[in-house]
């Protein structure tokens, strides 16, 4: 390649970034009604959306702005949950069709303390069956699925790791790899019907050459035309280590995460996800936005005394044995 050839891509390089930093990014969060997506963008960017116990809550899409430098911005958007009357869900399905097609990402919450996915799948499928296969490749690939709620996962017990007043919470070793099982199901069960449909792409950091046919390179980009699992994102890593960074990254961009907007859990994780995903510079542009972040999952002592739930009652004396609250922490 000569000096020339060298300057063109430089140039070429160069004007795909400008293009994408002054591109508005955006995601959107859908799912059903009270599976916890306002819950999770709340603890995610200490917005106050509103939260809702018994009834459907968001009516409207509702955008919260994550704040990048340089004044750049990721706009996520809320979405209205569906399953509320079919009547609710025709207009919501129209408003889901015009967001996915103009957002970066796709967050699809499922509720993890449950196994159905028909429901969801279904509505998926009525997303994408007026599509074409160009569009559908597009927005199978923006789809991330997130379990929300996994606080309610059994067996306890949930990890508190304190210093002074905060601390982070973590699964207990038993429940540890419950966790796992549940995203893999979820994976089988949601994603990896849509394995043919999956094209990701991630920055290139690395001088990355196509290991095989599946793979493809733009200036700056690697794109994977699949859906890679785990296991052949480890094999892949074994069998060329110095492009395991850029494996790994694809792997995240069809991963499955788990979180808890009630324990912060797994919120560093999503972002990063969701940076991976949107483009090439978003990466750079929100990289410090999330470095600064890891203190999100955070929760103070008093946050965890009131969330205490376990009170013991003798009826015999009729008086209070235990209460996790008076708990000196
Ligand atoms: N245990 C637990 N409960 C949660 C969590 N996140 C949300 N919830 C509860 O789930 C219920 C619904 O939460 P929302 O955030 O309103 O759910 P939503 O998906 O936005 O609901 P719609 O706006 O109706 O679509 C509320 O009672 C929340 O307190 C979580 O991480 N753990
Ligand atoms: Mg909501």
Redesign the pocket.
């Known amino acids: 390649m000569d000096r020339i050839d060298r300057m063109r891509i430089r140039d070429r390089v160069k004007k795909i970034v400008e293009a994408e930093d002054s591109r508005p990014l955006s995601v959107a969060i859908v799912g059903q ?1 009270g599976v916890g ?3 999770l963008l709340n603890a995610l960017f200490g917005t106050e ?4 116990d018994i009834t ?3 009516k409207e899409p509702e955008p919260v702005r994550m704040k990048g430098e340089r004044g750049h911005e990721i706009v996520f958007w ?4 569906f399953g509320e009357s079919a009547t609710a869900d025709r207009g919501y399905l129209e408003l889901y069709r015009t967001r996915l097609t103009e957002c970066d990402v796709v967050l699809w919450a499922l509720h993890a303390d449950s196994r159905s996915v028909t429901y969801d799948l279904n509505v998926l499928e009525r997303l994408l069956d007026s599509a074409g296969d160009e569009t559908r490749r597009a927005l199978v690939g923006k789809l991330t699925l997130v379990l929300t709620k996994v606080d309610m996962l059994a067996p306890p017990p949930w990890i508190f790791a304190k210093d002074r007043k905060t601390g982070f919470f973590a699964p207990g070793p038993e429940l540890a790899p419950r966790i796992t099982a549940k995203a893999d199901y979820f994976e089988e069960v949601f994603l990896a019907p849509y394995a043919e449909w999956f094209r990701t792409r991630t920055y290139d950091d690395c001088g990355f050459s196509p290991p095989d046919g599946r793979f493809e390179t733009t200036p700056g980009h690697v794109i994977f035309n699949g859906y890679l699992t785990g296991e052949e994102c480890e094999t892949l890593s074994r069998e060329h280590p110095e492009f395991s960074k850029v494996f790994s990254r694809l792997r995240d961009n069809c991963r499955v995460i788990c979180c808890s907007a009630n324990f912060r859990y797994g919120l560093v994780e999503l972002l990063g996800v969701v940076v991976n995903k949107i483009d090439l510079s978003a990466s750079g542009r929100f990289r410090n936005a999330i470095g600064d972040m890891g203190d999100i999952q955070r929760v103070s002592v008093s946050d965890v005394r009131s969330a205490g739930t376990i009170v013991v009652w003798d009826t015999r004396r009729d008086r209070k044995v235990f209460d996790f609250r008076d708990v000196g922490l």
């Open positions: 009604t997506k306002s819950s959306l509103e939260v809702g459907p809550t968001t809320d979405m209205p949950g």
